[in-house]
C-alpha cells in the first residue's frame, strides 16, 4: 500500500473493505423492486413495517419515498 493510501485509512477517509458476491452464482437470479403503499402512515405503522423488513432475509435495501407509494423495497430470490 501507498503512504497516501494508508493515509487516508489512518485519517478516517476511507472507513473499510468489501467484497462482491456473483447473487447468480449463488442462485439469487431474480431482482426485483416493489412499491409499498402503506394503507395508514402513522408512526406505529411505518415502525411495524420496518420490523418486518428487516426480517426477511431477502430484502437487500428500503427507501422511504414521497410521491404515488410510501417505500421502495429491493428484493433479491432464488427462482429454483
Known sequence: MS????????????????????????????????EVLLDKTTPDVFEEFSLAVRRAPEVL???????GFDYLVKIRFRTH
Open 61 to 67: 435495501e428500503c427507501y422511504m419515498v414521497a410521491g
Open 3 to 34: 503512504d497516501r493510501f494508508r493515509r487516508l485509512q489512518r485519517e478516517g477517509f476511507i472507513t473499510g473493505f468489501g467484497c462482491r458476491l456473483d447473487p447468480r452464482l449463488m442462485g439469487f437470479d431474480l431482482l426485483v423492486f416493489i
